[in-house]
C-alpha cells in the first residue's frame, strides 16, 4: 500500500470517528452538558426544587443538564432547612416543557457545618 494511500484511509477512518462522536453528543442520550451556576433558567429550577424540600434557597454550587424526554438538572446547591440547618443538597429535577411539567426525581442533602 503506498503511503499517500495509507495516509487517506486513515483520514477517512479518523474522520468517521469524529463525526460519530459530534452526532452522538448532539442528539444526547446520557450526554451531561454543564450549566452556568449563574444561569437564570436554572436558579429557578432549584430555587423550586429547595421549596419542594421545604427550604430555602441559598446558591447553587454546580450544576448539569441532560437530554432525556426532555432535560434532566443536576444541581448541587445550599439550602437553609426549615430548622435554618445550612445544607447541601443534590437534587435532579425533570423539565418536560410540551407537558408543562417539572418534577423533583430525586434529593440527598447533608448538613454543612460553617
Known sequence: ????????ALSLFFGLIYYAEARRR???????????TDDPEMIGYATWAAKKLKG???????????????WMYHITMRMKSKEQMMMRCSVKVWIRHWLNSIK???????????
Do not use: H, N
Not at 430555602?56 to 426532555?70: C, D, H, L, M
Open 104 to 114: 423533583l426525581v430525586s434529593a440527598r442533602c447533608t448538613p454543612v457545618r460553617t
Open 56 to 70: 430555602t434557597f441559598i446558591t447553587v454550587t454546580s450544576a448539569q443538564k441532560q437530554v432525556v424526554a426532555g
Open 26 to 36: 448532539r442528539m444526547g442520550g446520557g450526554y451531561l452538558e454543564p450549566v452556568d
Open 1 to 8: 500500500m503506498s503511503k499517500s494511500l495509507l495516509i487517506l
